[in-house]
């Protein structure tokens, strides 16, 4: 079975604060893939990355940050010097890299950038 | 590119009335998602196209709910009758091959 939580529910930060958003995931599978969405208030789920199972390699991406650790089954995603158009809700996911593969989400983490 | 269209953005309905979605895919990409996000939830997948196939429809409420992939590109879910507990945000993906997945805005539905 495939689950992704997400403890976090709201997150609230001022802008220009680094902000890191939890995300442990299970699955059965040796192999598997690991994303992060973001939903503004629009409505539109925005690819952020994807993370294949075998590459354990933190990423960096301007502002933002993945840090994927096997042996805790976590993979936080860091912003630094969060701004205001960083407010949306972020889901973490996890699929099957072979057959099934749908995505399972987790409750998603609502951050708030105040100015 | 154009990324997925989905029509129409918002729609609401009384109980018991039928409701279509529809869903144009990022142009090549093979497989297709329909996903139901529930208020305060993740989406959760209702059916999965390869092609014109349905190949995941495990989690769809066939009693009510039919979905459709002519010709391998577009794609329709319908909702007939549609009830109170149906109101949600339906979402569109599409995949090419491999490559992670594509979502579009979403269908906000209503039922009253």
């Known amino acids: 079975a495939q689950k992704v939580t997400q403890a976090q529910t709201e997150i609230s930060v001022v802008e220009k604060e680094d902000v890191t958003l939890d995300c442990v995931y299970e699955?059965?599978?040796?192999?598997?893939?690991l994303f992060w969405y973001k939903q503004p208030p629009s409505g539109e789920l925005v690819f952020l990355i994807r993370r294949n199972s075998f590459d354990e390699q933190n990423e960096i991406s301007g502002r933002y940050s993945w840090n994927f650790q096997k042996s805790t089954s976590s993979f936080n995603f860091t912003i630094t010097a969060s701004q205001v158009v960083d407010s949306a809700v972020y889901f973490c996911?996890?699929?099957?890299?072979?057959?099934?593969?749908?995505?399972?989400f987790g409750t998603g983490t609502r951050l708030t950038v105040i100015p | 590119e154009a990324g997925v269209v989905q029509s129409p953005r918002y729609k609401i309905i009384e109980k018991k009335q039928p409701v279509a979605f529809w869903c144009n895919p990022i142009?090549?990409?093979?497989?297709l998602y329909w996903y139901r996000q529930n208020l305060g939830q993740g989406p959760e997948l209702l059916i999965r196209?390869?092609?014109?196939?349905?190949?995941?429809d495990s989690q769809l409420p066939k009693d009510r709910f039919s979905a459709e992939r002519l010709k391998g590109v577009d794609s329709t879910l319908k909702i007939q009758p549609a009830e109170l507990g149906d109101s949600a945000v339906y979402l569109c993906?599409?995949?090419?091959?491999?490559?992670?997945?594509?979502f579009g805005p979403g269908t906000r539905l209503l039922v009253l």
């Open positions: 142009s090549g990409h093979n497989t």
């Open positions: 996911a996890l699929s099957r890299q072979t057959g099934a593969n749908n995505l399972f």
């Open positions: 699955t059965r599978d040796t192999t598997y893939y």
């Open positions: 196209y390869e092609n014109e196939e349905a190949v995941d």
């Open positions: 993906a599409s995949r090419y091959g491999s490559g992670a997945q594509y």
